[in-house]
């Protein structure tokens, strides 16, 4: 049967259609399986690094176990350092810690090994117990004040809720692992915080040995030990994330980047401080020293604006000035020719010349002064004893009371116990324990005391030498400024000879201040070790003490020196004094010595101001710049945590301590010479501004974490604020009697002028000697008989009077700011009332909780006793009484 042409054309045309079809099934099954493919593969990759967790973590491997502490160390051929190293690490083991090591090769620099540390809960138990740590049983009903009225005023100043209280306040007691059941125990994992678990794993590194038991040597212990000679390269805690970006894992906390974007920020410089969180991350000594500072600066707002007050009336009165106007007179200060000021290329010169530098002077040198001054010696009162009551309350609020007797001082340092061989039994623990002979101990005591004195000497040979150049250099600057030959005229009209000493004598005084400051740390250390001081409480107080004493006669003794002996012992023309046998003792500046004690204070506290912001801000920031950014160019897949808190600095244990000595020292310039530049306080405001953010931004981003330790208060330093402070009241009052005018004025105001004005003080203040070949008398100034009388060139009975009312007002000004000083500390108590009755509370109700807790247990254990064995109600009251009678219901506040 044939097929018509129509028919085969269908047929062909299904052949090629379905060969069509079938190119384009298996054409586009290939696409699709691409797609399918190019579609899986993120979640695969996705299941891939959850199995290879990411290394910027603060976990083992396993992601359970938290690390607590990090060593790191450089793999060499140093046997005896691996020997050390496996003992060691041993010894952790043994007791109780978890150690996982991350090889070299997983390490960016292909050198590093890191050994990480994990306590588990049966090792934060025991030691928990004996580091008497407090830890919540119940949360608490007491009320921590009322709202403010005005709330609204202080909002802008205030930071987040969840930044300023990051947990609930709770009853706490020291742990007892006894009544495991009687605190707050939710999870064991988180019962103890980060700062508090690396407490608990330094205090057993620092204690743990590095030998074999069979060969005991009492040297070789501890991590600082291992540290000195190499073994390790460091050991840190770990920070729990990056600073500008939060943890990955929901089960970190992330405080370092809350501490960062709310604290460490220099915009945030309007803000208060989150004490609290301070406190949590870093503990509690380092929240003591921010909470202080931010105290301190706080106060200085109110010393700020009462001494810009003060300037702003020396500018107000600037034109009222007539003393300064006599002296710019052509017809008064234009005619009297002054003796010369220096030996050999001096020349006379006429008062007038002296026209700026006593205008200026006024603005110092003025009635507000006198006010000024003794606020100040009021103000530093209200200052400690407000800080006192501010101290007691985050004494309470941070678990601090009692403290310092339970754990500082009877912890013993390493060091004490590795050195002091000898051993005797403690009356109080029974225990025995290491101790320094007498003998041992008074020898090192002279010879520490001899470094002393060498070392303070050496800073008063320093200053005679900076006088000794006043001396000679002041000759040529006379020459140079006073000479019409030169080109420097229009300089010579602003700057006189003293001001130019003055001001080159200053840079050189503070340049030899910085360099004799490197040597001094190091000598306070090392005298410091070699007392050998038993625990590290009384370590640090004495390396206080030491180094504010070196710093005390480096920083001020050149103020002293302008403040209270230049210009007093000059003598009168054909009787001057000089020093050596060679140069003539140091005149004032015709405007008074006042005004070269401010630019020395203003040279001296403003160049130390800037070179300490200089080494904590930029010279840490450049040399870190490369780590940092290294740190967030390497992805946290790549960079580990440790890795990244390893190539930032260490913060020492005396970190710390230099903070508060800068502090300290800028304070005893704003009290003990505010008299003469009432703006210092205004300068310290805006320097610590900056300071607390600068210190903030170095813990935060530039600083490993440091260990948590605990604190109550600032230490010695309170000690030293207070010496300071009654200082200051005398400095003060002398600087007003010896170094400033006001007393002449004001004697010559009330008891030699004849229309109660200051008309003619000028003149008044002058003496007349004679040179046989001048043609006219030459005028010094001072107050003695003139040529021809019968007592010439003594002083005049106004010298005596003067004198008198100087002592007078130095006696008037003490007392009553003394009285003053005395009865705003008795009116203001040391600890506040309302936290008096706080810890009374706390007391009676952990008195009365662990009295509940104790009859319950008992209950449970005669009920136990009971289902084997029956016990009377007689017998069961009285087991009741016996315990109720050992407990005390009530613990009176010390």
């Known amino acids: 049967m044939s097929t018509s042409p129509a028919s085969s054309l269908r047929r062909r045309d299904r052949e090629t259609l379905l060969k069509c079809c079938m190119s384009l099934y298996w054409r586009w099954r290939g696409v699709c399986v691409c797609m399918c493919v190019y579609a899986l593969l993120p979640l695969c990759f996705s299941s891939l690094s959850q199995l290879q967790p990411t290394t910027d973590t603060v976990f083992f491997r396993d992601g359970v176990r938290r690390i607590d502490f990090v060593l790191s160390y450089v793999d060499d051929k140093d046997g005896d350092k691996k020997q050390e190293r496996r003992e060691f690490e041993a010894n952790l083991e043994k007791a109780g810690l978890e150690l996982e090591t991350e090889d070299k090769s997983d390490s960016k620099d292909q050198k590093t090994y890191f050994l990480k540390i994990h306590a588990p809960w049966d090792v934060l138990a025991t030691y928990a117990e004996v580091l008497k740590i407090k830890v919540p049983f119940k949360t608490s009903d007491i009320s921590h004040g009322q709202d403010m009225p005005l709330e609204w005023v202080s909002h802008p100043f205030r930071l987040p809720e969840h930044i300023m209280h990051p947990q609930p306040d709770y009853f706490t007691y020291h742990f007892d692992k006894s009544k ?27 204690r743990c040995p590095y030998y074999k038991e069979n060969q005991k040597d009492k040297d070789k212990t501890g991590i600082k030990r291992l540290l000195s000679n190499g073994t390790y390269t460091a050991a840190f805690p770990l920070h729990d994330c990056r600073y500008w970006k939060r943890a990955r894992n929901a089960e970190c906390e992330s405080e370092r980047y809350n501490l960062y974007k709310h604290w460490a920020r220099f915009l945030c410089f309007y803000k208060e401080q989150p004490l609290n969180l301070i406190r949590k991350y870093y503990g509690e000594k380092i929240g003591i020293y921010f909470a202080w500072l931010g105290f301190y600066t706080e106060m200085l707002f109110f010393a700020a604006i009462m001494g810009f007050i003060c300037f702003t009336y020396g500018l107000l009165s600037y034109d009222d000035n007539i003393s300064s106007k006599e002296i710019c007179n052509a017809s008064i200060g234009g005619s009297i020719v002054m003796c010369p000021l ?172 910085m360099i004799l400051n490197f040597f001094y740390e190091k000598v306070a250390v090392w005298i410091t070790d070699m007392e050998i001081p038993k625990t590290h409480l009384e370590y640090e107080n004495t390396l206080t003490r030491k180094m504010f004493l070196f710093q005390f006669v480096n920083y001020y003794s050149s103020c002293f020196y302008v403040a209270f002996f230049k210009g007093k012992f000059v003598g009168y023309p054909g009787n001057y004094s000089k020093m050596f046998g060679r140069w003539r003792n140091e005149e004032c500046d015709p405007g008074g010595c006042l005004i070269e004690l401010t630019t020395q204070l203003v040279i001296v506290m403003v160049g130390k101001q800037l070179w300490g912001n200089i080494q904590e801000a930029l ?33 020492s244990q005396l970190g710390l301590f230099y903070e508060y000595l800068e502090m300290v020292i800028q304070f005893g310039f704003i009290t003990l010479f505010v008299a003469s530049f009432p703006l210092a306080p205004f300068l310290a405001l805006l320097n610590n501004i900056l300071e607390i953010r600068v210190d903030a931004w170095k813990f935060t981003t530039q600083f490993r974490r440091p260990v948590a330790s605990k604190a109550r208060n600032i230490g010695a330093w309170q000690e030293i604020l207070n010496a300071v402070a009654i200082l200051s009241v005398v400095t003060n009052a002398f600087i007003m009697a010896f170094t400033s005018d006001m007393i002449p004025r004001m004697v010559y105001l009330y008891a030699y002028s004849d229309k109660a004005s200051m008309t003619g003080y000028i003149n008044n203040s002058l003496s007349i000697y004679n040179i046989s070949e001048m043609p006219n008398p030459n005028i010094y100034r001072d107050y003695r008989y003139p040529p021809g009388h019968e007592k010439e060139y003594t002083h005049t009975m106004q010298f005596w009077h003067i004198l008198a009312a100087k002592l ?30 706080r810890i009374k509370r706390e007391r009676y109700l952990i008195q009365e909780y662990l009295h509940n807790y104790e009859v319950e247990q008992l209950k449970m254990q005669l009920s136990a006793s009971y289902i084997t064995e029956p016990v009377s109600e007689m017998s069961l009251s009285t087991e009741m009484s016996l315990s109720t009678d050992k407990l005390e219901v009530l613990s009176e506040c010390p």
């Not at 495991?180 to 620092?206: A, C, E, G, M, Q």
């Not at 623990?429 to 320094?436: F, G, R, V």
């Not at 920031?621 to 600095?649: A, C, F, I």
């Not at 007002?809 to 009755?837: C, L």
């Open 180 to 206: 495991i059941n009687f605190f707050l125990i939710s999870d064991k994992d988180t019962f103890f915080p980060p700062s508090t678990r690396n407490r608990i794993v330094f205090y057993i590194l620092t």
């Open 342 to 513: 220096c030996d050999g290329k001096c020349t006379f010169w006429k008062l007038s010349s002296t026209c700026l530098s006593s205008w200026q002077s006024h603005l110092f040198d003025n009635e507000g002064t006198v006010f000024f001054a003794i606020f100040m010696g009021i103000w530093v009162t209200l200052f400690l004893e407000l800080w006192k009551r501010r101290q007691a309350r985050l004494e309470y609020e941070w678990d601090l009371v009692d403290f310092e007797e339970e754990q500082q001082q009877l912890q013993i340092r390493p060091e004490f116990e590795i050195r002091c061989t000898k051993r005797r039994l403690n009356k109080i623990t029974q225990e025995m324990e290491p101790y320094l002979p007498i003998s041992s101990k008074g020898a090192r005591f002279c010879l520490s005391g001899a470094t002393v004195i060498f070392w303070i000497s050496l800073i008063v040979a320093c200053v005679i030498g900076v006088i000794a150049y006043r001396l000679a250099v002041y000759v040529n600057f006379a020459s140079i400024i006073k000479n019409p030959e030169k080109k420097i005229q229009l300089v010579g009209r602003f700057i006189t000879p003293q001001l130019a000493t003055s001001v080159t004598a200053s840079c050189i005084n503070f340049v030899i201040i």
């Open 619 to 651: 010279l840490p920031l450049m040399r870190n710049l490369w780590s940092s950014r290294k740190g967030r160019q390497h992805p946290e897949t790549h960079y580990s945590r440790w890795e990244q808190d390893h190539v930032l600095q260490n913060f």
């Open 808 to 837: 007078a007002f130095i006696i008037i000004m003490e007392h009553v700011v003394f009285v003053v000083k005395f009865f705003v500390a008795w009116m203001i108590p040391d600890i506040p009332s309302d936290v008096k009755a």
